[in-house]
Nanobody, 119 residues
Framework: QVQLVESGGGLVQPGESLRLPCVAS????????MNWYRQAPGKERELVAT????????SYAESVKGRFAISRDNAKNTVYLDMNSLKPEDTAVYYC????????????WGQGTQVTVSS
């Protein structure tokens, strides 16, 4: 059974930082590209960051470029999202997704973790 478990969310003040880990189990982690999405109340889910299978290349939404960083540790089956200089508009539920490198229909989602940025 495949599971993706996010953690690390919480309430922070503007300008502060958070690190979100997502631990995967039940799959061969190194065969999956890893993505972070977020969904704010009343809005569609949006792609925040993505990292290739081998961890060499990554991409980011314009709204988070220069502030967020995605990384992965294949030995720990974990992908991270480091979020710096947080803004109130970053408030959302953050989800990780595993996307098989060859078969696009094979993908798994975590349950999400809430991040709230407020003074």
């Amino acid at each position: 059974q495949v599971q993706l478990v996010e953690s690390g969310g919480g309430l922070v003040q503007p300008g502060e930082s958070l690190r979100l880990p997502c631990v995967a189990s039940g799959l061969t982690f190194s065969r999956y590209a890893m993505n972070w999405y977020r969904q704010a109340p009343g809005k569609e889910r949006e792609l925040v960051a993505t990292m290739a299978v081998a961890g060499g290349s990554s991409s980011y939404a314009e709204s988070v470029k220069g502030r967020f960083a995605i990384s992965r540790d294949n030995a720990k089956n974990t992908v991270y999202l480091d979020m710096n200089s947080l803004k109130p508009e970053d408030t959302a539920v953050y989800y990780c997704k595993a996307q098989h490198r060859n078969v696009l229909s094979i993908r798994y989602w975590g349950q999400g973790t809430q991040v709230t940025v407020s003074s």
